[in-house]
């Protein structure tokens, strides 16, 4: 015997499936996200090559030396 659908079950289904879409949308987004620069001393990823302190720098001024990634 066949099964006959309830209204809630493809309400269930298509609830999951906008949540579905929106989190590829934010998986997306994220992937979008150009972090193109790190450092070559501690691996820290920076949008924009400039600024901060870095623990593992060997010079005295203890910066971050990005590079592009």
Do not use: W
Not at 46 to 55: E, F, Y
């Amino acid at each position: 015997m066949q099964k006959i659908l309830d209204l809630s079950d493809t309400v269930q289904t298509d609830n999951l499936i906008a949540v579905f879409r929106m989190e590829m949308q934010k998986l997306r987004k994220q992937l979008n996200k150009k972090k193109s620069f790190v450092c070559r001393y501690c691996g820290k990823q920076a949008p924009k090559p400039h600024g901060g302190k870095c623990p593992y720098s060997p010079y005295k001024n203890k910066c971050h030396e990005f590079i592009e990634g």
